[in-house]
């Protein structure tokens, strides 16, 4: 479960215990000149359960994990990984797995060779390379250019070289890019298994409908502040029911007195607060009112996360004076936010 923390100071020891590999975020901020990507985050990523980092796109997603990762640092505040600054981990990479940039590869090189120099360079025995392409099942396109794989297999291969040195922490960026259905499907069996082994696993989308059905828990920011955070359960809100019936303000009374609220939608169609779809029936059957529809109302998350993240004082810096946003449930178009250039540091 994502848990807001008190400020405190980064502490100094070098190695996390495995039990406790709880990733926390304290007061983070991340300045490029007067521009504010990253301001005061505040959350922590819990080991067993897999964290969706959720934002649209140029909210900070990228900057706040490079910071996490020690690839940039910090204008205020800090992060740790079981209790230690990234800078100060002994063993960084048996750590923390880590997936940037699925196109991060040496195009020339084959997946198997990439893994090998990440592994030599980790300290980690070659014999992880085959067993991970194995994993990841690319094992046939091992000895293929990298330069020459699809962005699905890129993004396996990525997902390889973070498990290299079998870290308990994985922080992923935006792993679903480019995955069709049957990929995600993958890939969402693949963390669920790596959540059972109490790993702890953040993952960064902009889009909450790829990763709705993959992660427990989600953090959701907007323009580099925190909007939410919670499990995925607390997005859902209240359980409803549509109903369509031929006298509705009876059926209404009669849902009343079973202890059951409900809405008028449409002259023949009632909204009922509950998620017990037989207690509809059974009070219709019982009032003598036929049902023409009943169903269960699913609450769309990426609705929510799109009203959640255009707020007025939410609205996306980076699409100010831009299109008008689309309408609620469609995806955001592609697009890499500008900002001021100056204090430019490390690779957006
Ligand atoms: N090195 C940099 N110099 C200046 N501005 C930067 C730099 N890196 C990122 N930014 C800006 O910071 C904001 C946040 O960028 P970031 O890449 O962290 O967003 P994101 O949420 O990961 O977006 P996306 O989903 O598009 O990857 C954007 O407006 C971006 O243009």
Same mark, same amino acid.
């Given at each position: 479960m994502v848990k807001g923390t008190h400020v405190s100071s980064p502490p100094t020891q070098t190695q996390p215990s495995r039990a406790h590999s709880r990733i926390e975020i304290v007061g983070l901020t991340k300045s490029f000149g007067s521009f504010? *990507?990253?301001?005061n985050l505040t959350f922590s990523v819990e080991p067993g359960r897999i964290t969706g980092f959720l934002g649209p796109n140029g909210a900070g997603k990228t900057t706040t994990l490079r910071m996490v990762l020690g690839l940039i640092t910090p204008t205020a505040g800090h992060s740790t990984i079981g209790g230690v600054p990234y800078a100060h981990l002994k063993h960084p990479t048996r750590t923390v797995g880590a997936a940037l $940039?699925?196109? @991060?590869? +040496?195009?020339?090189?084959s997946g198997r060779d990439h893994l090998r120099v990440l592994a030599a360079a980790g300290g &980690?025995? $070659?014999?992880r390379v085959d067993e991970m392409l194995e994993l990841v099942g690319i094992p046939a396109a *091992?000895?293929?250019? *990298?330069? @020459?794989?699809s962005m699905g297999m890129r993004q396996r291969l990525g997902l390889a070289a973070a498990m290299l040195g079998d870290p308990n922490v994985l922080v992923l960026d935006e792993p679903t890019n480019g995955l069709d259905p049957e990929g995600i499907r993958w890939l969402r069996g693949f963390l669920r298994h790596l959540a059972g082994e109490k790993k702890t696993i953040l993952i960064s989308s902009h889009l909450l409908g790829e990763v709705q059905a993959t992660v427990d828990d989600v953090v959701i920011i907007s323009n580099g502040r925190l909007v939410k955070n919670g499990p &995925?359960?607390?997005? +859902?809100g209240q359980a409803s029911a549509i109903v369509r019936t031929t006298d509705p303000a009876r059926l209404a009374s009669a849902l009343h007195a079973s202890g059951i609220t409900s809405e008028r939608l449409e002259d023949t169609v009632l909204q009922a607060y509950t998620s017990d779809l037989q207690a509809i029936g059974d009070t219709a059957l019982s009032a003598g009112l036929p049902i023409y529809e009943l169903r269960a109302q699913q609450q769309d998350l990426e609705a929510l996360f799109f009203e959640l993240t255009s707020q007025p004082e939410n609205q996306n810096r980076n699409l100010a004076g831009a299109e008008p946003p689309p309408p609620v449930g469609q995806h955001l178009p592609p697009h890499r936010g500008q900002a001021p250039q100056q204090g430019q540091e490390g690779i957006s």
């Open positions: 504010k *990507a990253v301001d $940039e699925a196109t @991060n590869f +040496h195009p020339g090189r &980690i025995p $070659e014999s *091992a000895k293929r250019r *990298a330069g @020459n794989y &995925i359960e607390s997005l +859902h």
